[in-house]
């Protein structure tokens, strides 16, 4: 038994270090990365290509909350991050088994509502309910098993769907690079988007009771159009880039107009709103605003002032159904980081990353939500997109080889 086991963990250790050998890493912070990487490999379904949120249910976003989800299943929000991520990692094969999930996603839906979240087999019927005997983690019930999620109208899928499968178009290493009849697919994704673009919705939060015209839903259908416009001019199809581009430029219009909140001289959550939301720092991340416009850099400095508790930052203000959130969201935490690079705060960025990285445990993972005065996780575990946060932001910050090479 013994020669067994030992026999089975030298093949184990072989597997990861010939694999992470393949890909690119930046100069510094190279462990955490790869790390995040095999944390991302060990979370997709081979048979499908997804990639699954987390391994858990129901462990509390803070405690006592009864903020309990399960996320074992796929949303499509992940899409861009993910993609994104791999492909800095030079990990193409990984991305093109992701991306032909997204594109199988993408033909369910037949041109209609593309519901949020995913079955690792692609299945569409989530059904949530509490398991009553199950006391939860730490006795902190309810224990949820389906997601309610899946019966959500949430327009930022459509502008995620787009961004991660414009990829395909411009990557010549892939095995099976998209072409003509996958761009007209992405157009019914983007006509859908143009068709709900400033109507109201669950939002990227998934808030249960509540809906409006959120700015972040806005932006990903902007984004839609956007990547789409980019796509035909690649595809040699000048007038469907006219088109797409004409859809763009007249939302990105009314999205500067209509979320601009004059009082908190900020970009709101929502059209015509007054509250403070993290998603918005997206809008430089997606290339839809210049970060050193003079409105964006005024609404990071409100978001650091009413969402940070130190380097970490919350989601949002406002009060949702389970009132005001306790803890910070790491990858709100890690959108902070890339707007201050961007704006050229490198050296704040650099330190609340390496705050984030020692907020890791032992095995150098993080769940989805970090405790501001504790330094606790909570959240469910090991969360893709906190880990996806990591890699994308090492490789923003780091050094260049060629400065030590």
């Known amino acids: 038994v013994g020669d067994t086991a030992r026999h089975f963990e030298q093949e184990t250790v072989a597997y990861w270090r010939n694999w992470s050998q393949r890909l690119a890493v930046p100069l510094e912070w190279q462990d955490a990365v790869i790390r995040a990487a095999i944390t991302l490999k060990l979370s997709v379904f081979e048979d499908t290509g997804a990639i699954v949120a ?7 976003e803070a405690p006592h909350s009864q903020r309990n989800w399960d996320y074992r299943f796929c949303w499509l929000r ?5 993609v994104r991520a791999l492909n800095s990692l030079a990990e193409v094969g990984t991305m093109e088994d992701y991306l032909g999930w997204l594109t199988n996603a993408v033909v369910g839906a037949n041109g209609g509502h593309v519901q949020p979240l ?12 509490i398991c009553e005997h199950l006391p939860g983690y730490r006795g902190m019930g309810p224990v949820r098993v389906g997601n309610q999620a899946h019966e959500h109208f949430q327009h930022d899928v459509y502008g995620n769907i787009v961004l991660a499968a414009a990829q395909a178009f411009h990557d010549k290493r892939l095995l099976h690079p998209a072409g003509l009849a996958d761009f007209k697919r992405l157009e019914a994704v983007g006509e859908k988007a143009v068709s709900i673009f400033d109507q109201p919705d669950a ?16 932006l990903m259908c902007w984004a839609a159009c956007d990547r789409l416009a980019k796509i035909a001019r690649t595809l040699g199809l000048p007038d469907r880039e006219g088109h797409w581009a004409g859809h763009a430029h007249a939302m990105r219009e009314r999205i500067l107009r209509e979320s601009w909140s004059a009082e908190r001289q900020s970009f709101a959550e929502s059209f015509g709103g007054h509250d403070l939301d993290a998603s918005v720092l997206l809008m430089a991340e997606v290339g839809f605003i210049d970060p050193r416009d003079p409105r964006f850099l005024s609404t990071l400095d409100a978001l650091e002032t009413h969402l940070c508790d130190g380097p970490y930052m919350r989601r949002y203000e406002a009060a949702d159904d389970f009132g005001k959130p306790e803890t910070a969201f790491n990858i709100c935490t890690f959108w902070r980081i890339d707007a201050l690079a961007r704006v050229g705060r490198v050296a704040e960025a650099r330190s609340i990353f390496e705050t984030m990285l020692r907020a890791r445990n ?15 996780m909570w959240g469910n575990y090991p969360q893709t997109y906190s880990m996806v946060g990591i890699i994308n932001a090492a490789v923003r910050l780091s050094a260049a080889w060629d400065s030590v090479i």
């Open 118 to 129: 995913f079955g690792i087999g692609l299945e569409r019927d989530l059904p949530e309910h």
């Open 362 to 376: 032992p095995l150098g993972l993080l769940s989805e939500d970090t405790h501001p005065v504790t330094g606790e």
């Open 78 to 82: 992940d899409a861009f991050f993910v």
């Open 203 to 218: 939002g990227m939060w998934e808030l249960r009771t509540r809906a409006r015209v959120h700015t972040s839903s806005a």
């Open 54 to 60: 987390a391994m858990t249910t129901s462990i509390p």
